[in-house]
């Protein structure tokens, strides 16, 4: 079993729609989490970051984190072409040797005009 | 520099052949990471660096790989004897190094293809 499990897609949707991108994960020492969105042939940016459980908003983008369900989202508001891209979680345990991220396998999203 | 910087940014080689993937992150940024990510997987973990010493090699698949970073700034990914399965991005990160957060900013990756 992989560390962390994301739905491939991929995903369509018409502009203006929420998107909910999710991803599940096994370690529980596991306590930051982030987002990063991948353009074609781009490296990854990072676009949304939490620590332990909760809500983070941040424009359009809300990220959740459900620590007792291992359970992690990420919300898209009024979704924009401009927003067609993968969507890669990543999640790194805390303390020392806590020092690489673990990924989904991202998930394509494309946002129709 | 202003974000890290990788190169090349395409390598077509040989299976058999040597390649190196340089890495120059941003400037004062202490920890340097280096990732592979295949067609339609999320990036995997090869090698961290804080400063000069390999702190963390366990992602590094086999002893063909090696890394490098003798001045604390500039590293090079080396691949011995190529094969088609090294065919993959070659993504290069840095971070400050200095809390448990690791946010990390990513390069925009070596593309290699082993032929």
């Known amino acids: 079993q992989k560390e962390v499990e994301q739905d491939p897609g991929p995903l369509s949707v018409p502009e203006g729609a929420i998107v909910s991108l999710n991803c599940t994960y096994s370690?529980?020492?596991?306590?930051?989490f982030m987002w990063y969105r991948q353009y074609s042939r781009k490296g990854p940016e990072l676009l949304m970051y939490t620590y332990s459980s909760g809500n983070k908003e941040d424009g359009r983008f809300t990220a959740q984190v459900d620590k007792s369900s291992k359970y992690i989202s990420l919300f898209i508001r009024d979704s924009q072409p401009s927003d067609s891209a993968t969507y890669l979680c990543a999640m790194t345990a805390r303390g020392r040797g806590a020092n690489n991220l673990f990924f989904g396998t991202g998930t394509r999203l494309t946002v129709i005009p | 520099g202003a974000g890290v910087s990788q190169t090349p940014s395409n390598k077509v080689t040989e299976k058999g052949k040597y390649v190196e993937l340089r890495c120059d992150p941003i400037s004062g940024h202490t920890a340097l990471y280096w990732y592979r990510q295949s067609l339609g997987q999320g990036p995997e973990f090869l090698i961290y660096f804080q400063g000069t010493g390999a702190a963390d090699d366990s992602g590094l698949p086999n002893d063909r790989f090696f890394a490098v970073r003798p001045e604390g700034s500039v590293s090079t990914l080396k691949i011995q004897r190529t094969e088609r399965g090294d065919s993959a991005m070659y993504l290069c990160?840095?971070?400050?190094?200095?809390?448990?957060?690791?946010?990390?900013?990513f390069g925009a990756g070596s593309r290699l293809t082993v032929l």
């Open positions: 990160a840095s971070s400050l190094g200095t809390s448990g957060a690791n946010v990390l900013t």
């Open positions: 370690n529980s020492a596991f306590q930051y």
